[in-house]
């Protein structure tokens, strides 16, 4: 096999409209015929974005693996853009892969002859065939971002994708791949060890009296906060948190704001110095469910505490 293979997994771009709502109807074959260009195409899955889960997750990266040694030379996915963030992380966080692989898909419904679909999918082709030595992107209405940055804006608007604070890396242009900013390669982690148990994501609300977070931490080894502004949470919240915290379980803080940027500032009552100073792992730059896939993979490996904190701090880029 040459060339670039799709895989699909359903999402917008494969969906046609029923008196019950959108639905994934079209297979991968299908959409590949509407692209000149594909070396081949298969779906994996036909499901809506929010029903991706990690043993789809985990079955893609093994059929990728095998296109790859099979010969494809770049890899595109399709699925609904609820999971663009995570299957492009998830790619990026399980393998060094030797050819471009790209995710996308549609905000239009794909059988309707105004959808994104089809342009997003020629973009993809475009940068998967491009031999570009990168990780893995998101493409997304003519911008290419990163896998690790990419952060879904809107739920309605074409141009539902960004990368906050940092922007794309990329653009594809009348079917050309232009390069704007490229990183060095990344380090992956390697392989699930045992049963991939998903942790938490919980949120920052004023007021809250920490008791959903206590009643997650008990149930979980680790759970991560989509905190306030800089990583801040209120007290009781706050408290909570260090509590779990002298229990042994590991907290992550992230940001509920779109740059994903926490830092140790705040000093007042639940501000986020002190819960650093109690222990809780910064991920600055890391969205919260990136987090949440990274500390799943990490305690699928088998991970304790310090090595969960390592690969956190492995994942934080200037």
Request: proline fraction near 5%.
């Amino acid at each position: 096999m040459s060339g670039a293979y799709l895989i699909g997994l359903g999402g917008t771009i494969s969906m046609h409209q029923t008196a019950q709502g959108a639905v994934p109807v079209t297979g991968a074959q299908e959409l590949a015929e509407t692209v000149a260009g594909f070396a081949g195409a298969e779906s994996l899955a036909l499901v809506g974005g929010s029903e991706v889960d990690f043993d789809l997750l985990e079955r893609l990266v093994v059929r990728a693996r095998e296109l790859v040694a099979d010969g494809a030379d770049g890899i595109v996915v399709t699925t609904g853009t609820d999971s663009i963030e995570e299957v492009a992380a998830w790619l990026a966080y399980r393998e060094n892969w030797s050819v471009p692989v790209v995710v996308t898909g549609s905000m239009i419904l794909g059988t309707r002859h105004d959808s994104d679909g089809r342009a997003n999918l020629a973009d993809a082709l475009a940068v998967a065939s491009s031999g570009a030595d990168i990780d893995p992107v998101v493409v997304f209405a003519g911008k290419i971002f990163d896998g690790r940055e990419a952060v879904k804006v809107s739920g309605v608007v074409r141009d539902a994708f960004d990368a906050p604070g940092r922007g794309p890396i990329g653009y594809v242009v009348g079917g050309q791949v232009q390069w704007h900013r490229t990183h060095e390669r990344r380090t992956s982690h390697g392989d699930p060890t045992g049963p991939i148990r998903p942790v938490p994501v919980l949120l920052a609300a004023l007021g809250d009296d920490g008791t959903v977070f206590r009643a997650a931490g008990d149930a979980q080894p680790a759970i991560v906060v989509a905190a306030n502004g800089a990583g801040n949470l209120p007290p009781k919240q706050a408290a909570a948190v260090e509590e779990l915290i002298d229990g042994g379980r590991f907290v992550v803080l992230t940001t509920r704001a779109a740059d994903g940027r926490v830092a140790p500032v705040y000093g007042y009552p639940g501000g986020v110095a002190g819960l650093v100073e109690h222990g809780a792992q910064l991920a600055a730059g890391i969205s919260p469910h990136r987090a949440r896939l990274l500390v799943t993979l990490g305690l699928a490996q088998g991970r304790d505490n310090d090595g969960l904190r390592a690969l956190i701090d492995s994942e934080i880029r200037a």
